[in-house]
């Protein structure tokens, strides 16, 4: 049994705690709003009065707020409570915010792990959650039963921006999803027909299309975007104005898609129109 405090109470940092707690943690927990302690201090987490005071109870505390200045306010205010202290911040943020934590933190003379949570609040503690972390190594390992309790732990290095970059470019792949079904049951239901009823077609062509990436993947890193085209990006960008044409038909906005075409109609008028589709990031990556 680990004691870990938990500095955060919403949706997630309460998921965290009470799984701890029923998986056999001494937990402490604090909050800005102290009425979001009285479920979790029921069923036995100790209630800190201040970050200080939850950062000196535990042998690690676990960061998780809203954002990166929430939680460097919150670690500002711990003082030096934070001195020889292990912190895991698990606060969603950009690379560029998890190193200049990670580098705030250890003047503190504390030891700084960042992570990035994926998983929504329900699945912690569960087999399908994962917990995404770079920084100290051996403050992972250090505390591995306990973060462990939590979700599977996968280090990614000991660069503390890794694990928001990887958290966010997964939320990106989720958010083009999204995205694209959203835009997709606009049209569906453009017609009348429910979305619903169009997931047993949605959801097979997904899966076909996801088989398709192992060979994308491979054509951005290699640069190499016209081997082995079987649907040039020519082809594609008369589908992309297809569908912004029928958007218009339809009076539904094409604010998803039309970033899309216009990318692959750039890149088909520099001369890659018998290119693959993967050739769209060599523009994406240039904008720097
Ligand atoms: P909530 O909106 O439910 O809770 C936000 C928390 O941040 C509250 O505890 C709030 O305190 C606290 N907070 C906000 N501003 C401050 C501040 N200035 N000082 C002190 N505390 C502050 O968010 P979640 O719990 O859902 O998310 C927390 C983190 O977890 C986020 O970074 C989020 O991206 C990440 N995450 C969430 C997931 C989810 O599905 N919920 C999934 C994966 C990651 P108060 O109660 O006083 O308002």
Redesign the pocket.
Known sequence: MSSISI?????????LAATLIRKGHEVTIW???LS?TEALAAIGATVAASPAEAVAASELAIV????Y??AR??LASAGDALRGRDLVN????TPDDAKSLAAWVEAKRAHYLDG??????PMIGEAGALILYSGSGALLEKHRAALGALATCRLLGEDPALAALY?LALLSAMYGLFSGFLHAGALVASSGGKVADFLPLLLPWLEAMNGTLPDLAEKIDSGLHSRNVVSNLAMQTIALENIVRASQERHISPDFIEPMRQLAAARVDRGHGGDDISGVVELIRKQK
Not at 90 to 93: A, D, E, F, I, R
Not at 116 to 121: E, N, S
Request: glycine content about 16%.
């Open positions: 500095l955060g109470l919403g949706a997630m940092g309460s998921a909050n800005r709003t979001r998780c707020v809203l954002d200045a929430a306010a919150v698990l606060t969603n943020g990035g949570i994926m998983a929504i609040p958290d």
